[in-house]
């Protein structure tokens, strides 16, 4: 081994000895779910945690008098006597220990958590912070860190504790949001119900606990729509004009009853009455959109609450729902085959008319490559409307659980069009489908795709992680110290767009490229001021200036509004682009034009 393979690479001296080091007051174990945790709590296993906290505890013993000395403390320790737990129990309460996950590629792969402690040797992790530590339960592993000074526990507590990083430091939208089990069990809880031919064949409930007794005792099912008085509950326009009268009270007081399934009913428990009742099947952008709402309308407390209310039902009735995947659950489209023959006619005109030298080559793979894209797409179409409502793939996909509506035309559809190793597209499509098995030679083909995919992730990993070990290096002297450093930079942000017919349209990126942003300059239309420079732009704020069309000065022209994002040199002179309307705002603020000036870059709070 040379001098330089000593120190380069992972296990060189550098990243091993110098960069890493082994800390004391630490532990690592593999993680499992513990969907019945708090968000702010993690399960430690008992013997992990009585060994992370042997000084704290040895010292209670002595405090307590359970022990005479240190030593005596030790031994009992070692010895793990019935008196240890006790004590060990009222050492971690109010004591957070930090879970990191390698690689901490953001700031959310360190979170503190308040521990609780459990048998095994497993460390339990609540299911809405694995999206933050890109954790999954296959074998992953997490490490422990107790923090010992009042200092570092109050930081832990107080920044770190995962109710306070809900939000992504990335663009600002929750992160801790249910998935994939919750979701499927939040879609079956609120899907489309069948409903009864009449009126009459509707039950009536005076309240939703009178409805749910119904359902614990099979009166009703969790998809039948019923009628139940609302007294307090916030709701829709839509659902107050279907019964605009409501029931009388005995004070004269009109109570809103409501038409929806009791499955409606169970979810919108999840939330405070203050929110409005939810009456629509629920796919995982609606259950976002939601906690996004819900994180600006309540306090942290609550916000803490209502997603682990909402985790909850997710998981018990995904439970309930009992869906399983069975190979009987993948139905091939009955017409494929007829799909397929009009389109290989299509493709053997085009085939004829390139032998007779009427189109070249390349038009002729054009347009076979369109008409196998229109036979696909065919395909995909009639395996949809071939799929029941409550078919388990299709639950999956639809409610946005796992997988997507390609993956599935894949296994009950056809693979369609694949690409050689040069990554152009083979003019022949795959016709089978993974449930009736491919033939040799298609078999073949389809393996150029998949070997080029575990390639390149493989690849963009070791890149990605050696850009962002440079990045830290040369950002270690940058501290942030004040709110706003100041800067005029600022980026142009299109707001709308001019269509060929002369209408202008909304940037279908808003949400992303305006949220959570700072307008750099005034924003003005007709010589009334929208917005303010040093707004903080939220949804509603975006709304307003596409709204109130920023786009047009008093002479019909386009105003250019600039924008400014926290990219280094994003500096911008202002002039508007054609097609687009403009405003102007900063993510961050931008870096200082001198090295003199603050090193700090204003930040969103």
């Not at 109010?94 to 460390?123: C, D, M, S, W, Y």
């Not at 409903?195 to 009178?210: C, K, M, T």
């Not at 998981?315 to 397929?340: M, N, Q």
């Not at 808003?510 to 959570?516: E, H, R, V």
Request: some cysteine.
């Amino acid at each position: 081994k040379s001098l330089s393979d000593m120190l380069k690479g992972k296990q060189g001296r550098f990243r091993q000895n110098l960069l890493g080091k082994r800390v004391d007051y630490s532990g690592r174990s593999v993680i499992v779910v513990g969907p019945e945790l708090r968000l702010h709590q993690c399960g430690l296993p008992k013997q992990m945690a009585l060994e992370l906290f042997k000084p704290f505890v040895m010292k209670r013993l002595v405090d307590q008098a359970l022990a005479q000395n240190i030593k005596s403390a030790k031994r009992m320790v070692e010895r793990a006597r019935p008196q240890v737990w006790d004590v060990l129990e009222e050492v971690i309460k109010e004591h957070p220990v930090l879970l990191n996950r390698a690689p901490t590629l953001h700031r959310l792969g360190i979170q503190a958590f308040e521990p609780v402690l459990v048998e095994g040797k497993a460390i339990q992790i609540h299911p809405l912070v694995c999206t933050a530590f890109n954790a999954d339960f296959d074998g992953d592993q997490m490490a422990v860190h107790v923090p010992l000074s009042a200092e570092a526990q109050a930081e832990a507590r107080v920044l770190m504790l995962s109710t306070n990083n809900i939000l992504s430091p990335a663009h600002g939208r929750p992160i801790a949001v249910p998935t994939q089990d919750m979701v499927l069990g939040i879609y079956y809880l609120t899907i489309e119900p069948d409903r009864p031919e009449s009126d009459e064949d509707i039950p009536r409930f005076g309240s939703v606990n009178e409805a749910l007794m119904a359902l614990d005792h099979r009166l009703v099912r969790l998809h039948d729509v019923v009628k139940v008085r609302l007294p307090g509950k916030a709701l829709p326009e839509e659902m107050r004009s279907r019964d605009p009268q409501g029931e009388a009270e005995a004070n004269g007081d009109r109570v809103p009853v409501v038409e929806t399934t009791v499955g409606r009913l169970i979810f919108n428990q999840c939330f405070p009455d203050s929110e409005e009742f939810v009456d629509r099947p629920l796919l995982k952008s609606d259950v976002g959109r939601l906690v996004d709402a819900c994180v600006h309308r309540y306090d942290r407390a609550q916000v803490e609450q209502i997603l682990d209310n909402l985790k909850n039902v997710g998981f018990h009735y995904a439970t309930r729902a009992g869906v399983t995947l069975g190979i009987e659950d993948v139905t091939t489209p009955s017409d494929k085959a007829t799909i397929l023959d009009r389109h290989e006619k299509e493709a053997s005109k085009i085939e004829a008319q390139y032998r007779k030298g009427i189109i070249t080559d390349d038009e002729r793979r054009q347009e076979l490559i369109t008409i196998w894209t229109q036979a696909t797409d065919e395909v995909k179409d009639a395996m949809e409307a071939q799929f029941g409502k409550t078919n388990p793939i299709y639950m999956m996909a639809n409610s946005g659980a796992r997988g997507n509506i390609m993956q599935i035309r894949q296994i009950a559809g056809m693979r369609g069009l694949v690409a050689n190793p040069k990554g152009e597209i083979i003019p022949r499509p795959i016709k089978s489908n993974f449930r009736e098995g491919l033939s040799v030679l298609e078999y073949f083909i389809s393996t150029h795709g998949a070997r080029k995919g575990l390639a390149d992730t493989a690849l963009r990993t070791a890149d990605s992680g050696y850009l962002t070990r440079r990045l830290v290096d040369v950002s270690q002297e940058l501290i942030v110290r004040e709110e706003d450093c100041g800067t005029d930079r600022s980026l142009p942000v299109p707001v709308t767009y001019e269509t060929p017919q002369g209408g202008r349209v909304e940037n279908q990126h808003l949400d992303t490229s305006l949220y959570g942003r700072v307008l750099a300059e005034d924003v003005k239309v007709e010589r009334k001021k929208i917005a303010s420079r040093g707004d903080f732009l939220d949804d509603a704020g975006a709304q307003r200036l596409v709204e109130a069309g920023v786009d047009r000065s008093a002479s019909g022209r386009r105003r250019p509004a600039r924008r400014s994002t926290a990219s280094a040199g994003s500096a911008t002179d202002g002039r508007s682009r054609r097609g687009g309307s403009w405003t102007s705002a900063s993510r961050w603020g931008s870096w200082p034009r001198s090295r003199s000036a603050s090193r700090a870059r204003s930040s969103r709070c």
